[in-house]
């Protein structure tokens, strides 16, 4: 097999095209990521409010208020 120029450039035409989509792929994992974590936050403070909420119902809450008060 001959190695000649238009070869060379297809062969570089495959990589580049390979590259490209690589790329775009990984941009699309980098923006699910992201969401990923906005969605741990979201369930973090929703985990934490509930926290509150049962605090509240067994009057540990209360307590806490008064005390200060």
């Known amino acids: 097999m001959k190695l000649d120029k238009e070869k060379l450039i297809e062969e ?3 990589l580049q095209k390979e590259f490209d989509q690589l790329r775009k792929e990984m941009s699309n994992v980098e923006l699910q990521l992201g969401n990923m974590k906005s969605n741990l936050n979201a369930l973090n ?3 934490q409010q509930t ?3 049962i605090d509240m119902v067994e009057g540990k809450e209360e307590t806490k208020t008064d005390e200060k008060v």
Do not use: K
């Open 12 to 14: 570089r035409t495959l």
């Open 45 to 47: 403070g929703a985990i």
């Open 51 to 53: 926290n509150r909420f």
